[in-house]
């Protein structure tokens, strides 16, 4: 036996060590493999020889090479997961995918999932063959097979299949093929939205950025198949960024690096595609009627609803660098929409970081075009409106500092007509495109103030107030521009507080109108400049405005029933009465010296007639009513005297202005004398001087008489008239036939007025210092609480007193000739050394004894005897008491 296999083996290793690659003897083979195999012993004989044992060894090698071409060619001895797969494919692939067939595979696969990545691998392998082979039916079939595994498998093993996926979808997005990029945008985008089990330490998604972002700016020839292609690299990046958002072991979706190629994508598809969306009855899938601009504004919403605190700067930086490369700022347009969108989608307490983001880069454009920076200063504009927080951030007056930088940085460049650039030199600048700006940053700060609470505001208030430039007050700013720069920055600082000040809403004027804020405000009144006096104005029409009047004011009129006005009243608080007293004669001399001013015009008067029907209806009590009405008839006496040489327009404008608030304040107080008066002074002038009335001077072209020296006494308001219907109705009639004069504020502001105490006190000393010693000293009036209740209440008639006395000696000085001034300089001059040599006297006189008394012969010859020389201080004898 053993030789007949002997000489059986023999033969047919040579045989097969010539036949081996020989394709007819392949079946042989086959059947030799099977004898081999049923009969292992045989070959380990010892009677086998060596030279037969290396040509089994051979042999096997040889076998274990071959034997998988040949069940390669036998399907019923390939492998099941093979079988399964082969046959999802069909014979003609327009068929499409076997879907019996396909169930098997799926539940193979859920039966064993261990065959999962050996499946993925042999997929992949069939779809590089169809790919290389142009043979895209099958594989689209392939796609769909491991869509629907990935959609049915979640076990523990699916990592090494994703891997297989991902490989064929990055072999189809490589592809230049259109269809076969979108078909892998597609599959993964269902990958994207699958929740897996276990996470992945090792996979990466870098290159899906990279093609992702390279597809949204597809420059196809056809326009159709260009949208399409953009369209799937959006939602390629849409399926990125959900993938990766909320997984911590991938990279960072939020890294510079990614989102300085997913956002500019983003933005491009945003401002290039076309908004028109194809026709409802050409198109039956709810994803196909998105537009582009549609799916990526969806998309960059989404992207920025999932930003974390720390995560807002690395999503804006690449909007902001974007707009600045493809000089989108200029536009406006489409910078306040991408803002839009991300202020409306970021999480509302992020909102102050996207402001500080938009300053920042304010700051870095600050040598840029005007139009650059106008843009940006627009988007904060918008941004501000949006975020409805209630603040800005932490730094609120940071950013009212920042904006306030740049628009005297404005001024500055529109004063000097050019700015230097790093590298092109100087650029000239156009003053309208500057003038532009500064609007802009005008409203921004007002757009930026109504967002912020009331205590807020008022600091705003204040930090602005502190930036304006008053002489006396505030310092000049130094720049090279002159006292022009110092104007415009000072209108523009004015323009800027009145759009903070507008629609400001308080309870408490001592708040709102602190001396602080209040005393610089009236200071810059006092400038020549028209537009400074006529913001102070506005000002303060907005601030006192606290149930909005003003609307109610629209111009200057006679009304003849102040009820159809609908006013809203409200009682007098008692910090509205303290703020009145604190503040009144300043209000109401701002108010007489704006009317003096030759250079204010109808919109100066219109605003003046609304402060004072303000203050009557928001702050008036019965003794600001009195001291009203009294500016009322100084002001009538300003515009008849003609002392200030004002134009015939200012004076008739004036004497309108006092007749339609006398008008209004006559039917506030109600009294029916008084109201009468009135209305008979009014039908006066409809009859003979309609020039003194506002229908007839506040019109474009009024028609006014040459001069007004020679005006009745039947056209003006009676004083006296006024005193009496008031008296008797219980007003202070006292007060009111008083003339007003205003309170030189300038003066009191470098000598203050001492204390009633102090006067008093000061009186006593030198009293006590002019009596002789000899004399007994006459008892200290008694001071009592009427004596100071007398002495305040009299001081401001003696205040007023004394600023006519000072008002005549002015013009004595200013009319009299030069003789009678040298004389009365003679007089002053010979009574001031006869007041020195009564000091003199005074002051040298004898020290006390120490016992406080003097001898009786001493006494009586006192008054004969000139007195002795002073004693020096060193050389006095004091009680030990008091010395120590």
């Known amino acids: 036996m053993n030789e007949n296999i002997f000489l059986f083996s023999s033969p047919l290793s040579l045989s097969l060590s010539l036949s081996l690659h020989n394709s007819s003897y392949l079946l042989s083979l086959y059947f030799l493999s099977l004898f081999l195999s049923l009969s292992p012993p045989v070959f380990s004989s010892p009677f086998l020889s060596p030279s037969f044992s290396r040509h089994s060894f051979s042999l096997s090698l040889s076998l274990s090479h071959s034997l998988s071409g040949v069940c390669g060619c036998c399907g019923a001895l390939r492998p099941r997961y093979k079988r399964l797969v082969d046959n999802i494919f069909p014979e003609d692939p327009e068929d499409g995918l076997v879907k019996a067939n396909m169930e098997k595979l799926t539940f193979y696969a859920l039966s064993a999932p ?17 790919v290389a082979r142009h043979r895209y039916g099958y594989v689209c079939i392939a796609m769909e097979a491991l869509d629907q595994l990935l959609m049915a498998c979640h076990c523990q093993s699916i990592n090494l299949f994703v891997e297989s996926f991902l490989k064929m979808v990055r072999k189809l997005l490589e592809s230049d093929k259109p269809n ?6 597609n599959s993964f985008v269902k990958f994207a939205n699958i929740e897996e089990d276990t996470p992945s330490y090792h996979r990466s998604y870098d ?16 326009p159709d198949i260009r949208t399409k292609i953009r369209m799937a690299g959006i939602r390629g990046l849409q399926g990125v960024v959900r993938k990766t958002v909320n997984d911590e072991l991938q990279a960072n979706i939020w890294d510079p690096q990614h989102m300085d190629k997913i956002v500019p994508s983003l933005l491009f598809n945003l401002q290039t595609a076309d908004s028109r ?3 409802p009855l050409q198109v039956s899938s709810e994803k196909e009627k998105e537009s582009p601009v549609e799916l990526t504004e969806r998309c960059f919403r989404e992207l920025l609803g999932r930003a974390a605190y720390t995560h807002i700067k690395n999503a804006v930086t690449p909007v902001l660098m974007h707009l600045d490369n493809h000089s989108l700022w200029e536009g406006k347009t489409f910078a306040v929409r991408c803002f839009k969108i991300i202020m409306y989608s970021i999480q509302s307490q992020h909102s102050h970081l996207v402001m500080q983001q938009l300053l920042g880069h304010l700051d870095a454009n600050s040598r840029s075009s005007a139009p650059v920076r106008a843009g940006i200063v627009e988007v904060l504009l918008e941004a501000a409106a949006i975020a409805a927080s209630g603040s800005v951030g932490p730094t609120v007056l940071e950013v009212f500092n920042t904006l306030l930088r740049h628009l005297r940085l404005s001024v500055d460049n529109e004063l000097s007509g050019a700015y230097e650039l790093t590298e092109e030199g100087s650029k000239v600048i156009q003053e309208h495109e500057e003038r532009q700006l500064q609007e802009a940053v005008i409203r921004t700060i007002g757009s930026f103030a109504n967002t912020l609470p009331t205590y807020q505001r008022s600091e705003v208030m204040l930090f602005i107030m502190g930036k304006i430039p008053i002489p006396g007050v505030h310092p000049i700013l130094p720049n090279g521009s002159g006292p022009e720069g110092n104007r415009m920055i000072q209108v523009m600082l004015l323009k800027s507080l009145r759009q903070v000040t507008s629609g400001f809403q308080t309870t408490n004027m001592l708040t709102a109108l602190p001396s602080a804020f209040l005393e610089p405000l009236l200071c810059v009144s006092l400038l020549e400049t028209p537009e400074l006096r006529l913001l102070v104005l506005q000002i303060l029409v907005s601030l006192i405005d606290r149930h909005h009047n003003t609307h109610h004011f629209s111009c200057i009129s006679i009304i003849s029933d102040t009820s159809v006005l609908k006013l809203k009243l409200d009682k007098c608080s008692r910090q509205d009465n303290l703020f009145m007293k604190k503040h009144a004669q300043h209000l109401y001399r701002h108010i007489y010296l704006c009317c003096e001013e030759a250079s204010s015009a109808h919109t100066h008067f219109h605003t003046l007639y609304t402060l004072l029907a303000l203050l009557s209806i928001e702050l008036a009590n019965e003794e600001v009513l009195i001291d009203l009405i009294r500016l009322a008839l100084a002001l009538q006496d300003l515009a008849v005297s003609g002392e200030e040489c004002l134009p015939v327009f200012n004076r008739c404008a004036i004497h309108a202005l006092c007749a339609a608030y006398l008008n209004l304040i006559s039917q506030l107080t109600t009294v029916p004398s008084f109201c009468q008066h009135v209305h008979e002074v009014i039908e006066v002038r409809q009859k003979e001087a309609a020039h ?13 008489p040459a001069s007004l020296e020679h005006t009745q006494e039947c056209v003006l308001f009676a004083q006296s008239k006024i005193v009496e219907a008031l008296g008797g109705s219980g007003y202070n009639a006292e007060k009111l036939a008083t003339p007003y004069v205003p309170l030189n504020i300038d003066e009191d502001r470098l000598s203050k007025r001492k204390s009633v105490g102090e006067t008093i006190s000061l009186q006593v000393e030198v009293e006590s ?33 004394e600023r006519a006395r000072r008002r005549q000696v002015v013009e004595k000085f200013q009319k009299a000739p030069f003789e009678e001034i040298a004389a009365h300089c003679g007089a002053r001059a010979t009574m001031l050394q006869s007041k020195l040599n009564q000091i003199f006297e005074i ?18 010859s006192y008054a004969q005897a000139p007195p002795p020389r002073s004693v020096p201080v060193y050389e006095m004898k004091f009680p030990d008491l008091c010395v120590y």
Do not use: W
Request: charged share 30%; glycine share 4%.
């Open 180 to 185: 076969l990029q979108i078909l892998g945008t």
């Open 207 to 222: 290159f899906f950025v990279s093609r992702f972002s390279e597809m949204c700016h597809s420059g196809y020839e056809d």
């Open 114 to 130: 261990e065959k999962l990545d050996r499946i993925g691998a042999y997929l992949s392998e069939r779809l590089s063959r169809d």
């Open 692 to 704: 003194l009335l506002p229908e007839d001077v506040f019109i474009d072209d009024p028609r006014l």
């Open 277 to 279: 969306s194809p026709s």
């Open 843 to 860: 002051t040298i006189r004898p020290p006390p004894s120490p016992s406080g008394s003097l001898p009786a012969s001493s006494t009586s």
């Open 769 to 801: 210092r002019n009596s002789p010693e000899k004399e007994e000293r006459t008892p200290a009036e008694e001071i009592t609480f009427q004596t100071l209740k007398s002495a305040i209440v009299d001081s401001e008639g003696m205040e007023e007193a």
